[in-house]
């Protein structure tokens, strides 16, 4: 049972928009940034989104996050072949002192 | 080039001990603060555990403590987990990942490859 909640599965067609929810919890995403991950199969995760909405270097502007409160959310803008991965949220939580993710969504494009 | 290499995984039995590897290059080890994560087949991301940048402080996730004791050597830039007693639930793949700013912005920047551990007789 994970920390955070996120939907196990999320799909969408070539040129679409799709969200991906998180919901956490006052201890962690209520007071602490938030971080996106993406894994593409068989491969590490790789940083996608953090400080709620900052892209590291390299990632396309089609990625972008926010935050409300205790729920973040992932947007994936003219959705492509090559996004079909698994997306984790993270964010520490000051209860636990450590990093928690959700559960991960697996994203399919169809 | 940033890397991170882990090396040290395999099968063991039940109960038995292995210690795994994470050789960084292409940053400043010493400034970070160093994780382990791992993936059970299948399922998803959780914590095990970190050392802060000069190693005076540690943390475990619940179900290694006691068990598992990480460790750097900022001179040689690698980051090890001793694992001792293992379980079969312990099955993972093992990920080491640095820790970029402090806890409450802080994200993981880098991660390795990661190393398969399987327990099992």
């Known amino acids: 049972q994970s920390v955070m909640t996120q939907p196990p599965s999320a799909s969408g067609t070539p040129g679409q928009r799709v969200t991906i929810s998180c919901s956490g919890s006052g201890s962690n995403i209520g007071t602490n940034a938030v971080t996106w991950y993406q894994q593409l199969p068989g491969t590490a995760p790789k940083l996608l989104i953090y400080?709620?909405?900052r892209r590291p270097s390299g990632v396309p502007d089609r990625f972008s996050g926010s935050k409300s409160g205790t729920s973040a959310s992932l947007a994936i803008s003219g959705l492509q072949s090559e996004d079909e991965a698994d997306y984790y949220c993270?964010?520490?939580?000051?209860?636990?002192?450590?990093?928690?993710f959700g559960g991960g969504t697996k994203l399919t494009v169809l | 080039q940033v890397q991170l290499v882990e090396s040290g995984g395999g099968v063991v039995q039940p109960g038995g001990s292995l210690r795994l590897s994470c050789a960084a290059s292409g940053f400043s080890f010493s400034s970070y603060g160093m994780h382990w994560v791992r993936q059970a087949p299948g399922k998803g991301l959780e914590w095990v555990t970190f050392i802060w940048y000069d190693g005076r402080s540690e943390h475990y996730v619940d179900s290694v403590k006691g068990r598992f004791t990480i460790s750097r050597d900022n001179s040689k830039s690698t980051l090890y987990l001793q694992m001792n007693s293992l379980r079969a639930e312990d099955t993972a793949v093992y990920y080491c990942a640095n820790w970029w700013g402090d806890n409450s912005s802080g994200h993981y920047e880098y991660w390795g490859q990661g190393i398969l551990v399987t327990v099992s007789s």
């Open positions: 400080t709620n909405n």
């Open positions: 993270a964010a520490w939580d000051d209860i636990l002192s450590c990093p928690v």
